[in-house]
């Protein structure tokens, strides 16, 4: 069965260093989504991505952050300065339809954990 | 913005029992969602119920959905052992915006 694969699975990084986190949707999928999960708290939405640009983002995706598809399989987003609350887990998903007639069905990768110290 | 909130945040029950988990959200739905998660993994959607259907079956789960109430619940008959993990519901808006979840039901079946 089709994966969104994600890595790296673990980083710890210092405060104020900037991180990349890398996600491969799954091939036939059109849009691409990242959500962010604090230990214990909801899962967040940040942004979505469509037609090689943003097509919704949260409060929560401010200047700091940044995502891109650099070539046809990889889709990442980075960090530019981390903060202390930056630490969560980060979840890339993708789906192949949205729309009236969409179900907006998500497929998420295992989530990358981000340690900022 | 909408919201999922899930009803109880923490359900434990013995194996072989029902589990029943609540979900009430604010604003008018495209479609609601139910999701899984292991401990320490990734989201996997379970079920998907649109603002016109009341209720959906699949395996052991039921789903409802009563949009006057804005409340669904999700029901797992016959749990095991391996049903332990962390349950969330989501929302897509008439607006067709991104999935908003709610803060989960973590729900433990002991053998």
């Known amino acids: 069965e089709p994966e969104v694969t994600q890595t790296p699975s673990h980083q710890v990084t210092q405060m104020g260093q900037e991180v990349i986190l890398r996600c491969v949707p799954i091939s036939n999928h059109l849009y691409f989504y990242w959500y962010r999960q604090i230990l214990g708290q909801k899962v967040e939405f940040l942004v979505s991505f469509y037609n090689n640009e943003i097509s919704e983002k949260s409060e929560i995706f401010d200047d700091q952050f940044s995502v891109e598809r650099p070539d046809g399989s990889n889709f990442t987003l980075k960090i530019r300065s981390t903060k202390l609350e930056d630490s969560a887990m980060y979840f890339c998903?993708?789906?192949?339809?949205?729309?009236?007639?969409?179900?907006?069905?998500?497929?998420f990768g295992a989530g990358s954990r981000l340690t900022v110290l | 913005s909408q919201q999922g909130e899930e009803d109880p945040q923490a359900l434990s029950i013995q194996e072989g029992e029902n589990a029943t988990m609540n979900c009430s959200y604010k604003t008018s739905i495209n479609n609601l969602q139910w999701y899984r998660q292991n401990s320490g993994r990734g989201l996997v959607h379970l079920i998907l119920i649109r603002s016109n259907e009341r209720e959906k079956h699949s395996g052991r789960l039921r789903v409802t959905l009563d949009t006057s109430k804005k409340s669904s619940s999700l029901l797992i008959t016959a749990s095991r052992a391996a049903d332990t993990a962390s349950y969330f519901c989501a929302t897509v808006n008439s607006g067709n915006t991104p999935l908003v979840f709610g803060k989960g039901t973590r729900l433990s079946v002991i053998a």
């Open positions: 998903a993708s789906t192949r339809s949205r729309g009236q007639t969409g179900a907006n069905v998500l497929t």
